[in-house]
C-alpha cells in the first residue's frame, strides 16, 4: 500500500494551499479516506477532514468553512483545498484510508502517508 502526498509548501496567512494523495494498493472506494495534521509540538495528531466511503464529509470545527476535502474514485485521489490559511494551520498533513486493501480485502486496516509539510505565516 503507498500513499503518495504532494502539494504542501509555505504560504502567508490569508492564502491558499491545496493538497493531495494518490493511493494504491487499496479497494479506494471501500475506504473512507481524509487528512490529519501534527502541529510542532505536539504530539498527537488531529483530524482535519474526512470523507467517506458513501461521500460523506466531515471537518474538524477549526477548519470549518475554510478547507474543503473531496475524492475521486477513479483516479485514488483524496483531495484538500485550504484557504483562508492561519498560522496555526501550521502543521506536517498525512493523508489516511481506513478499509480493506487489495491484498486484504475483508479486514479493515489503517494506512498513513508520510507527510507534507504546510507552513503559513504571520
Known amino acids: 500500500v503507498q500513499m503518495v502526498e504532494s502539494g504542501g509548501g509555505f504560504v502567508q496567512a490569508g492564502g491558499a494551499l491545496s493538497l493531495s494523495c494518490v493511493a494504491s494498493?487499496?479497494?479506494?472506494?471501500?475506504?473512507?479516506v481524509g487528512w490529519f495534521r501534527q502541529g510542532p509540538g505536539k504530539h498527537q495528531r488531529e483530524l482535519v477532514a474526512?470523507?467517506?466511503?458513501?461521500?460523506?464529509?466531515n471537518y474538524a470545527a477549526a477548519v470549518k468553512g475554510r478547507f474543503t476535502i473531496s475524492r475521486d474514485n477513479a483516479k485514488n485521489t483524496v483531495s484538500l483545498q485550504m484557504n483562508s490559511l492561519k498560522p496555526e494551520d501550521t502543521a506536517v498533513y498525512y493523508c489516511?484510508?481506513?478499509?480493506?486493501?487489495?491484498?486484504?480485502?475483508?479486514?479493515?486496516?489503517?494506512?498513513w502517508g508520510q507527510g507534507t509539510q504546510v507552513i503559513v505565516s504571520s
Open positions: 494498493g487499496i479497494l479506494f472506494n471501500q475506504n473512507d
Open positions: 489516511n484510508a481506513k478499509g480493506p486493501s487489495s491484498d486484504n480485502p475483508t479486514t479493515y486496516q489503517d494506512h
Open positions: 474526512i470523507v467517506t466511503d458513501l461521500g460523506n464529509t
